[in-house]
Nanobody, 121 residues
Framework: QVQLSESGGGLVQAGGSLKLSCVVSGSIISINRMGWYRQAPGKQRELVADITEGGNTNYEDSVKERFTISRDNAKNTVSLQMNSLKPEDTAVYYC???????????????WGQGTQVTVSS
């Protein structure tokens, strides 16, 4: 049973910082891409940032220069350091990981339960 457990959300004032963390547990073969999506009320879920096993990163334009994604392959964790937060960053943030659990099957995406980030003006 694969599980993704997130932590680190909360309430912060504009200009502040938060760090989100996500750990993958369970029986896995490998993790390819990991990352974070977010969904604000009334909006579609959007990719915030992701990172490959080799460390190549990809960011949504509005968070470049403010957010930094990192991962620890040995610990199966992915983190998102969020600086200079803005009210428009308010959303539920979801961790995801493309995980291979069997040598006989392709990997697929697994999701965390989501963590609320609220940025007050």
């Amino acid at each position: 049973q694969v599980q993704l457990s997130e932590s680190g959300g909360g309430l912060v004032q504009a200009g502040g910082s938060l760090k989100l963390s996500c750990v993958v547990s369970g029986s896995i073969i490998s993790i390819n891409r990991m990352g974070w999506y977010r969904q604000a009320p009334g909006k579609q879920r959007e990719l915030v940032a992701d990172i490959t096993e080799g460390g190549n990163t990809n960011y949504e334009d509005s968070v470049k220069e403010r957010f930094t994604i990192s991962r620890d392959n040995a610990k199966n964790t992915v983190s998102l350091q969020m600086n200079s937060l803005k009210p428009e960053d308010t959303a539920v943030y979801y961790c995801y990981a493309d995980i291979k659990v069997s040598i006989l099957r392709r990997g697929r995406d697994y999701w965390g339960q989501g963590t609320q980030v609220t940025v007050s003006s």
